[in-house]
C-alpha cells in the first residue's frame, strides 16, 4: 500500500465520523449569535436560518446576525492527558470472523509502544468452547471499562480513567504495587520486570527530549511499573487510528467514537449500533459489571480459515524478542 493510502488510512476522524447534526453545523464552526454591540442592527438580510438555543429550543434568526465562532489555536489549552477529549466515547469493535492471528497487530502494538518481556499488550487466544465446537482467534486488548476495578484498587492514583473512556496508567506515579494487576477480570495488565530493550531500535531513540506523560506517547516504559493497551492516546489526539487498527490486513479492528455512533477500520466507515445490531455483538465477560469498550462480533461466516493461523501460533504470552 503507497504512503498516500496508508495516511489516508490513519486519518479516521475525516473518514466518516463527523455526521448529521455535526457536519451540518461545521460550515458554521458552531454558529453564535454576532454581540448587539458590534451588529448592525439597521441592517437585515431578509433571510433566516434557525440555531438552538442554550434552553434546546429552536429558534430562527436573521443571518445578518451569526458570525463564525473563533476556535483557539493553542490544541493544549483544550486537551488534558488525565481528562481526555470532550465529548467523546472511543469504543473498539473486533470482528472474529476476519481474524487469522496474523499477529501484525500485536507486532505493530509492540513497536510502537516498546513492549518487551514476556507480556504483549494484545493476547491473541486459541479460542474452543468444547471438543465438539469450532476453533477460532481471539485477539484481547484492555478493556477499557467504564467501571474499571483497576481505577477503583489503585492506591496512588496512577490507574485513572479520562472522560473519553480511556483507562490509562501514569508510570510516574505507579508504584508497582499490582493491585490492579489483580483486579482486572480480563488478564491484560502486565508488569515490567526489566528495563525496556528493543535492540537497535531503543538504542538508536533520542530520549533527551523525553517528557513522560500518562498516555505513554510510545515512548519506552519504566522498570517496576504496570502497562497494557492504552488505546494509542498519543495517535487518536492527532485524528489517526490506534496502530493495531492500521497494521491488521484483514480489517479485523475498527474503532470510533460511541457518541458518533460510528467506527472504522481504515477502508469501511460503519454506523457502530447497526453493526453491533446486525451482527449480534457482544462485550467480553459482560455479566461482571465493567461496562467494557471494546465489542466483539462472533464468529460466524468466517472469511478466513483457522488454520491458516496455526504457522503463526505462539502461546499468548510471549514476545518476539530483538535480534
Known amino acids: 500500500m503507497g504512503k498516500s493510502n496508508k495516511n489516508t488510512r490513519r486519518k479516521f476522524l475525516d473518514k466518516g465520523l463527523k455526521l448529521g447534526f455535526i457536519t451540518a453545523l461545521s460550515g458554521f464552526g458552531i454558529s453564535k449569535v454576532a454581540s448587539k454591540l458590534n451588529a448592525n442592527t ?6 433566516t436560518m434557525e440555531l ?37 466515547k472511543f469504543v473498539m469493535v473486533v470482528d472474529l470472523a476476519k481474524c487469522k ?5 500485536q507486532s505493530a502494538c509492540n513497536k510502537h509502544h516498546y513492549v518487551t518481556g514476556d507480556n504483549a499488550w494484545i493476547k491473541i487466544y486459541n479460542m474452543q468452547e468444547s471438543k465438539d465446537t469450532a476453533p477460532y482467534w481471539m485477539p484481547v486488548t484492555c478493556q477499557h471499562c467504564d467501571q474499571p476495578a483497576c481505577v477503583t484498587v489503585c492506591p496512588v492514583d496512577a490507574t485513572f480513567k479520562r472522560r473519553d473512556g480511556l483507562v490509562l496508567i501514569d508510570n510516574e506515579r505507579c508504584i508497582g504495587c499490582r493491585f490492579c494487576m489483580a483486579a482486572c477480570p ?12 528493543q535492540g537497535e531500535i531503543y538504542v538508536d531513540m533520542d530520549m533527551s527530549h523525553h517528557n513522560p506523560t500518562p498516555e505513554h506517547a ?4 519504566k522498570m517496576g511499573t504496570v502497562d497494557k493497551c492504552d488505546f494509542c492516546p498519543h495517535a487518536i489526539k492527532n485524528n489517526e487510528l490506534p496502530h493495531c487498527v492500521t497494521a491488521c490486513p484483514n480489517g479485523v479492528f475498527y474503532f470510533g467514537d460511541k457518541y458518533e455512533d460510528t467506527v472504522t477500520n481504515g ?36 472469511l478466513v480459515d483457522f488454520e491458516d493461523g496455526l504457522e503463526n501460533y505462539m502461546e499468548y504470552e510471549s514476545v518476539a524478542k530483538p535480534e
Open 42 to 47: 439597521n441592517h437585515h438580510s431578509g433571510s
Open 52 to 88: 438552538m438555543n442554550t434552553n434546546g429550543d429552536i429558534i430562527q434568526v436573521d443571518t445578518s446576525d451569526v458570525a463564525p465562532m473563533e476556535h483557539s489555536s493553542d490544541h493544549d489549552e483544550k486537551y488534558n492527558v488525565r481528562e481526555g477529549m470532550p465529548n467523546r
Open 101 to 105: 492471528n496474523a499477529l501484525a497487530c
Open 186 to 197: 480480563y488478564s491484560i495488565r502486565v508488569f515490567n520486570w526489566k528495563e525496556p530493550d
Open 218 to 221: 510510545g515512548m519506552p516504559s
Open 267 to 302: 477502508e469501511e466507515s460503519l454506523r457502530l449500533s447497526q453493526l453491533l445490531e446486525d451482527k449480534a455483538g457482544y462485550r467480553f465477560m459482560e455479566s461482571l459489571g465493567t461496562e467494557p469498550s471494546v465489542y466483539y462480533l462472533p464468529p460466524t461466516d468466517r
